[in-house]
């Protein structure tokens, strides 16, 4: 009985996080004093396809501010996710709850509502907090956006097809700079299929031979696999 609850709290004890994360947030959130927010550009939206700024009030929903780790942090997570899968290991198969990655890998609590706070006071609507505390998705217009991180949004035309997208980098508050490492959800670019058309594999009629699905199950013996 003793051996059991030794073992239960050893677990316990190894899933939480042996100190509270440090405060990266030193100083306050001053708007006047920002950095750049480099890669944040599409080679798409550029000059040749644009088509002008959208409207003032023009609507973005899904923006998102990424949480960088800690050099600390992150050396912390290697190693973890080393032991993870390290049978040897006392860390072996001993997941983390998104809490307890919070804990241990995201931003602290206090890091997390001064943003929220910011985000707040620009006029954004906050939409979800990440429950690692690794990203905040908010919403607003491209007025705020421009305000806020001093980039416009512009339409382009790509093709005869109109999207929308930063014009520029965007950049943050300087007090920022250690702790936010992206801004996205600022276009509606999405990634396009190199193939536009799959053509089925199939033994031919004049004799050429290609394989389809069941050819390469046999080849390769995966039928127990897939049953």
């Not at 994360?21 to 306050?28: A, E, F, K, L």
């Not at 990424?66 to 290991?89: E, F, I, K, M, V």
């Not at 929220?116 to 690794?134: E, I, K, N, P, V």
Request: hydrophobic share 40%; with cysteine.
């Amino acid at each position: 009985m003793r051996g059991r609850f030794l073992t239960c709290w050893i677990l316990i004890a190894l899933a939480s996080p042996a100190v509270a994360q440090p405060n990266r947030i030193t100083s306050g959130i001053d708007n006047s004093l920002t950095v750049l927010v480099s890669g944040r550009t599409l080679r798409l939206a550029n000059a040749g396809n644009d088509s002008g700024p959208v409207d003032s009030s023009f609507p973005l929903a899904g923006i998102t501010l990424t949480l960088a780790r800690s050099a600390a942090q992150q050396a912390d997570l290697d190693q973890l996710l080393l032991a993870q899968q390290n049978p040897r290991s006392s860390h072996f198969h001993q997941w983390l709850t998104p809490e307890q990655f919070a804990d241990r890998f995201g931003a602290s609590q206090s890091d997390l509502a001064q943003i929220q706070g910011w985000l707040r006071a620009q006029g954004f609507a906050l939409d979800y907090t990440a429950r690692s505390r690794t990203y905040v998705a908010f919403s607003g217009t491209a007025q705020q956006v421009q305000t806020t991180f001093h980039t416009e949004i512009h339409r382009y035309n790509v093709g005869g097809q109109i999207h929308y997208s930063n014009a520029t980098n965007p950049s943050i508050p300087a007090a920022l700079a250690g702790l936010v490492s992206g801004v996205d959800g600022l276009d509606d670019f999405r990634p396009q299929p190199l193939v536009r058309e799959a053509l089925p594999r199939l033994n031919g009629s004049r004799g050429q031979h290609e394989l389809a699905p069941a050819d390469f199950a046999a080849i390769y013996d995966v039928t127990p696999l897939y049953n």
